[in-house]
């Protein structure tokens, strides 16, 4: 397992990530949410957790799909996870969901970047960074931005740092910018991460 893991999203910020393309070493490795590796061919997994037989059938009417799948195939060395094995992928892989709630004791998913999480954190990652997963529109802020600030709670606790794009991310803020009780505004306790 790689030490840094470079997650892609497709939120604002994502294309950040070029800027650290050519200061990355055999420690780093990107992994992408869905279609974001077409973005970047750099990508060495991308995560597709939901039903892919949908997905096929969103085939037939979505561009990014039928480019998802013949670029996806195209990219033998890319390690493609899914919810279950699959096929019409010749470099799919069923997600270990079974092996990563045994080794965490929590079942705890509520978006894809999780899964992605809880995979690092299991194979002993030291370090993540976040671009364009900002948990920031409406359905992602209010379903999925709390079980993905619980992973990166889970990181933390585990010492694994996690940096942020604070000028984009909705994650560990709060809705009013304010501490409950103190009413100050917020601050970022981690100077290393406000060099990000």
């Given at each position: 397992?790689?030490?840094?893991?470079?997650?892609?999203?497709?939120?604002?910020?994502?294309?950040?990530?070029?800027?650290?393309?050519?200061?990355?070493t055999e420690d780093d490795e990107i992994w992408g949410?869905?279609?974001?590796?077409?973005?970047?061919?750099?990508?060495?997994?991308?995560?597709?957790?939901?039903?892919?037989?949908?997905?096929?059938?969103?085939?037939?009417?979505?561009?990014?799909?039928?480019?998802?799948m013949l670029r996806g195939k195209e990219r033998p060395?890319?390690?493609?996870?899914?919810?279950?094995?699959?096929?019409?992928?010749?470099?799919?892989?069923?997600?270990?969901?079974?092996?990563?709630?045994?080794?965490?004791?929590?079942?705890?998913?509520?978006?894809?970047?999780?899964?992605?999480?809880?995979?690092?954190?299991?194979?002993?990652?030291?370090?993540?960074?976040?671009?364009g997963l900002n948990m920031a529109v409406k359905e992602?802020?209010?379903?999925?931005?709390?079980?993905?600030?619980?992973?990166?709670?889970?990181?933390?606790?585990?010492?694994?740092?996690?940096?942020?794009?604070?000028?984009?991310?909705?994650?560990?803020?709060?809705?009013?910018?304010?501490?409950?009780?103190?009413?100050?505004?917020?601050?970022?306790?981690?100077?290393?991460?406000?060099?990000?």
């Open positions: 397992m790689k030490k840094r893991i470079h997650m892609l999203g497709k939120g604002r910020g994502w294309d950040k990530i070029n800027d650290r393309i050519p200061k990355m949410v869905n279609d974001a590796f077409l973005r970047t061919p750099e990508v060495a997994k991308t995560f597709h957790i939901h039903d892919m037989e949908d997905f096929l059938e969103q085939e037939k009417t979505h561009s990014s799909t039928k480019l998802t060395e890319m390690e493609f996870f899914c919810t279950y094995d699959w096929d019409k992928m010749p470099n799919a892989r069923k997600y270990p969901l079974e092996e990563v709630v045994d080794y965490f004791k929590v079942c705890y998913f509520g978006c894809t970047p999780d899964y992605m999480m809880a995979y690092a954190l299991m194979k002993g990652v030291k370090e993540i960074f976040f671009y992602e802020y209010v379903f999925e931005k709390p079980s993905l600030e619980f992973w990166i709670g889970m990181a933390k606790g585990m010492g694994v740092k996690v940096h942020l794009q604070h000028e984009h991310t909705s994650l560990l803020k709060t809705r009013s910018g304010l501490i409950y009780g103190f009413l100050i505004d917020q601050w970022r306790a981690d100077e290393e991460e406000a060099d990000d």
